[in-house]
T-cell receptor, first 116, second 116 residues
Framework: GAVVSQHPSRVICKSGTSVKIECRSLDFQATTMFWYRQFPKQSLMLMATSNEGSKATYEQGVEKDKFLINHASLTLSTLTVTSAHPEDSSFYIC????????????FGQGTRLTVV | GDSVTQMEGPVTLSEEAFLTINCTYTATGYPSLFWYVQYPGEGLQLLLKATKADDKGSNKGFEATYRKETTSFHLEKGSVQVSDSAVYFCALSDGDSGAGSYQLTFGKGTKLSVIP
């Protein structure tokens, strides 16, 4: 099956700094990538959907200037949390679909972000 | 809006015990239903799915039947193994085909621990 790699798996950063999370499709071209956020004991919440080469579509309530999403190539999407605050601490997961794997979405391992 | 409610964990079972994880949903249309599994340190993987009422999804000994009358998609396995220890997520997609929109709505997840 298709593999999606997400990096880093864990990151700790100081308040006010920015952190970038990468999501790569290793063996297929991901025309669409999705970014989710999961709070402890809560559901995965879709943050945004991005199509390669175009601007991401953000879900209601998600600040696009705070959560910058770039999907510049068919194998890489990045999520940058800018000016991070402790309330941004969460588990972020990406998923991707495309090419011959367009019938379902494949998920990365997730990134545990802790802002101190 | 769409929502998914699944039983809260954690669930601890002995090997070879019977497993049921309840999942009910609310949706305006005719969603497709999914169970995803997340093994420790890995990304979410699609376990099984059903795209219309009365469909039964099955994989690796797990089964779930799409019950429109009770808006449920309970996950079952007759005899669990230690290797089944993971977090299980119930999800729905509001796309008619289940493969189109991939804007998945997730339940909170249920952690299953199977002890020898």
């Amino acid at each position: 099956g298709a593999v999606v790699s997400q990096h880093p798996s864990r990151v700790i950063c100081k308040s006010g700094t920015s952190v970038k999370i990468e999501c790569r499709s290793l063996d297929f071209q991901a025309t669409t990538m999705f970014w989710y956020r999961q709070f402890p004991k809560q559901s995965l919440m879709l943050m945004a959907t991005s199509n390669e080469g175009s601007k991401a579509t953000y879900e209601q309530g998600v600040e696009k200037d705070k959560f910058l999403i770039n999907h510049a190539s068919l194998t890489l999407s990045t999520l940058t949390v800018t000016s991070a605050h402790p309330e941004d601490s969460s588990f972020y997961i990406c998923s991707a679909r495309g090419g011959s794997f367009n019938t379902e979405a494949f998920f990365g391992q997730g990134t545990r972000l802790t802002v101190v | 809006g769409d929502s998914v409610t699944q039983m809260e964990g954690p669930v601890t079972l002995s090997e070879e015990a019977f497993l049921t994880i309840n999942c009910t949903y609310t949706a305006t249309g005719y969603p497709s239903l999914f169970w995803y599994v997340q093994y420790p340190g890995e990304g979410l993987q699609l376990l099984l799915k059903a795209t219309k009422a009365d469909d039964k999804g099955s994989n690796k000994g797990f089964e779930a039947t799409y019950r429109k009358e009770t808006t449920s998609f309970h996950l079952e396995k007759g005899s669990v193994q230690v290797s089944d220890s993971a977090v299980y997520f119930c999800a729905l997609s509001d796309g008619d085909s289940g493969a189109g929109s991939y804007q998945l709505t997730f339940g909170k997840g249920t952690k299953l621990s199977v002890i020898p």
